[in-house]
């Protein structure tokens, strides 16, 4: 027979296999075991009530804080009435030996829709040579992280009616052991890639590649971007091309193409697509990088105007 705090425990520290837990994703798992009134086909004894609410959630959370099973990712300090308003990890805990877990992982196990991306995509995959001071985290649109929520919890809980009180929180800008985490939500939510030794989870190579191109001052600056496409972009050219036909916008192939084209020599039929695709967008609006003003060099097969300094060399001046 268990007591509720020895299940917990026991769930944790064997079954459990993320390096932090939200108050909501354990919350469940209490709201679980009160349902049940057992764990692994023994039974829990002392539980009186047929549903766990807030102040059991509370209570067993408390427990397992004084014997050192849970500790919080930020301390009382950071203490907030209202959490869910500001983001932070204030309800967030470390499962015990897991307090020197890698702020990427704590992000990643936090919030579950959603990954690394730009500059921390970047030194993920190995392409940049800066070391990011600020952790770049994409989600879906708020809308669409509830419906996926309520999507998977039908799956995994059927029997449960009770989802909207487990929901994990949105992300938020906020901080974690001060680095700064700064949110981008995407429209168009495109799937991550998982690391197979970790939680966490990133944009693929790929889309790392065309989001470089999208949102240059998020990795490094516009030349930056240009070196690490000089660089690395040859290698890794048949997934990028894959990834940016497959979810790019006319500005994202006719920018990737031309670099491929013009800058790093690269020949290939869907590049030729794109390009005789980008002839029929003329106009001011396409630009190298969308962070600059336009600029009166171009390239007139692309029709893209260079608004970049170090590869002006590659189009003419109108």
Not at 143 to 172: C, S
Request: some cysteine; aromatic content about 14%; overall charge neutral.
């Amino acid at each position: 027979m268990y007591l509720i705090e020895e299940a917990l425990t026991s769930w944790l520290l064997n079954e459990y296999k993320k390096p932090v837990i939200t108050k909501e994703d354990i919350s469940l798992q209490i709201y679980i075991l009160y349902l049940k009134k057992e764990y692994n086909g023994e039974k829990i004894y002392q539980i009186r009530k047929s549903k766990a609410g807030a102040n059991e959630f509370e209570n067993n959370i408390s427990k397992l804080l004084r014997s050192g099973v849970l500790s919080r990712v930020e301390d009382n300090e950071n203490y907030h009435a209202y959490p869910h308003l500001i983001g932070g990890f204030y309800e967030v805990f470390f499962v015990k030996g897991n307090d020197g877990a890698p702020e990427n992982d704590i992000v990643c196990s936090t919030y579950p829709y959603g990954y690394l991306s730009y500059l921390s995509a970047m030194d993920w995959h190995n392409i940049t040579d800066k070391i990011p001071k600020i952790i770049h985290f994409t989600t879906c649109r708020s809308e669409q992280w509830k419906n996926k929520y309520y999507l998977d919890f039908k799956k995994e809980h059927p029997d449960i009616d009770e989802a909207k009180q487990f929901m994990p929180r949105f992300p938020r800008n906020t901080e974690i052991n001060g680095v700064k985490i700064v949110v981008t939500q995407e429209t168009n939510y495109v799937e991550p890639m998982k690391s197979r030794n970790s939680q966490v989870r990133v944009s693929s190579i790929g889309k790392t590649f065309m989001d470089m191109t999208r949102r240059p001052d998020y990795c490094g600056g516009e030349e930056h971007v240009l070196e690490s496409f000089i660089e690395h972009g040859k290698k890794y050219a048949p997934l990028i091309i894959k990834e940016v036909d497959r979810f790019g916008r006319h500005i994202d192939k006719a920018r990737i193409g031309f670099i491929f084209d013009k800058i790093i020599g690269i020949d290939n039929k869907k590049i030729d697509e794109w390009k005789q695709d980008s002839s029929k967008y003329r106009g001011s609006s396409k630009v190298l990088s969308p962070k600059s003003p336009f600029s009166p060099f171009y390239d007139d097969e692309w029709f893209i105007s260079i608004n970049v300094d170090m590869v002006k060399s590659y189009g003419k001046r109108n």
